[in-house]
Nanobody
């Protein structure tokens, strides 16, 4: 059984910062990639950022220059530092991971339950 648990969401004023965390746990052999998507009310879920084993990162246009993704491999944890937040960043943020499980290294893609970020004055 695998779990992704996000934390760090909340209410922040425009221009403020938040850091989200997501920890993966379970019978994980390896994690190839971890990242974040978000979904605003009435909108489709959209890509925000990802980090791939080896250290490369990728960002959406809206996240570039303001959001920074990092990973602690020893803790199976990914972080999303969000700066200069705007009201349009308001959404539920979901962590996801591509991993292999157990001694047989079964490929598996998992999503967390999400954490709410609200940017408002």
């Amino acid at each position: 059984q695998v779990q992704l648990v996000e934390s760090g969401g909340g209410l922040v004023q425009p221009g403020g910062s938040l850091t989200l965390s997501c920890e993966a746990s379970g019978d994980i052999f390896s994690i190839e990639a971890m990242g974040w998507h978000r979904q605003a009310p009435g909108q489709q879920r959209e890509f925000v950022a990802t980090t791939i084993s080896g250290g490369s990162t990728n960002y959406s246009d809206s996240a570039k220059g303001r959001f920074f993704i990092s990973r602690d491999n020893g803790k199976n944890t990914v972080y999303l530092q969000m700066n200069s937040l705007k009201p349009e960043d308001t959404a539920r943020y979901y962590c996801n991971a591509d991993m292999t499980l157990g001694p047989h290294r079964i490929p598996f893609h998992s999503w967390g339950q999400g954490t709410q970020v609200t940017v408002s004055s």
